[in-house]
């Protein structure tokens, strides 16, 4: 019975996140005073008390969900893992459980690239929108109709009939407007910092580059399903250049998914904070089993 592991991304976040794994287990105690040495600031303090203000800033977000993660994988050293895949930020999470980057080296880039986001959204504001009930190839071509008023792409294929759309604030308005003509179910804007997986964000794609050239990555020791291809990938090479991409692309999570079922995942496994992606694998495959570990009750050693 093969087994995905999967981890979140941004907006999984929240207040009090990892203070009871670090209260039980003195080994995610030693992640997180890592996390805060690495980085020269609390950022435990921030996942533990919030504010929820604070923990909402991107450059915080980033780093918080990624640190819970890897403090819980390393507290299962799971050896049913078949393969591993996560969402956005998450993708970091994974490889870090692939063996491709380290802790450290990732907790940087990930802190970086959180800090470069939040910037770009200030410089290039923009914003995003959840559309739910319509193909993936009509918020396709509502998105290129949309274009005329301003930049925007999907985002976010997060699982059927659940896209989410990226760009300027009059081209993601332009395409509401649209999809709810094409009779969108749900059309909502999201509360965000920027215009996230969308051109927007190419000066932190710029500057991500040179961190990640800088970046000893290795081959993974798992087959990592990638955001931009939702194919497995393996060689150091290309899991660099496929992180550079992604800041830009969308997110093909649901191809992702389906991907790895059709290499033999059954049992879908979530290591991090919330339960985003179990909703997002059950809506997409209903067969398989989904569970996760988020809390300290969730582990068993």
């Known amino acids: 019975m093969m087994t ?31 996390a805060d040495s690495i980085l020269g600031f609390s950022l435990s303090k921030i996942c533990f008390e919030g504010p929820e203000k604070e923990l909402k800033q991107t450059k915080n977000t980033q780093p918080a969900i990624f640190l819970h993660s890897i403090a819980l994988w390393n507290l299962l050293k799971p050896t049913d893992a078949s393969m591993v895949a996560g969402h956005s930020l998450g993708e970091y999470s994974a490889l870090v459980a692939a063996d491709a980057i380290s ?8 802190r970086l690239r959180g800090e470069l986001m939040q910037q770009a959204g200030i410089e290039n504001p923009g914003t995003m929108a959840a559309i739910v009930g319509l193909e993936a190839a009509v918020v396709g071509e509502i998105t290129k109709k949309a274009c005329e008023a301003g930049i925007v792409q999907p985002a976010n294929f997060n699982s059927p ?47 991500l580059k040179e961190a990640l050239e800088r970046t000893d990555i ?43 079922c059709s290499a033999g995942a059954v049992k879908f496994i979530e290591v991090g904070p919330g339960k985003v992606l179990q909703g997002l694998v059950k809506r997409t495959v209903a067969t398989v089993e989904i569970s996760g570990i988020d809390k300290a009750m969730d582990v068993k050693i």
């Not at 407007?177 to 997986?197: D, N, Q, W």
């Not at 399903?225 to 496929?242: E, F, G, M």
């Open 4 to 34: 995905a592991y999967i981890f979140p991304g941004q907006g999984s976040q929240y207040v009090g996140m990892g203070k009871d794994l670090c209260d039980q287990f003195p080994e995610a105690k030693k992640y997180f005073d890592k």
């Open 218 to 260: 290795r081959d993974a020791k798992l087959p990592v399903y990638a955001n931009v291809t939702a194919q497995s990938v393996l060689k150091a090479v290309d899991i660099k250049k496929l992180l550079f991409e992604q800041v830009t692309s969308p997110v093909r999570w649901e191809e992702t998914v389906t991907n790895m």
């Open 161 to 207: 009939g659940q896209i989410v759309i990226s760009g300027s604030v009059e081209g993601v308005r332009k395409a509401m407007e649209i999809a709810k003509e094409r009779g969108a179910k749900l059309v909502k804007e999201l509360v965000v910092s920027g215009a996230f997986h969308s051109p927007l964000m190419q000066s932190a794609k710029d500057k």
């Open 103 to 110: 802790f450290a080296d990732a907790l940087t880039l990930v």
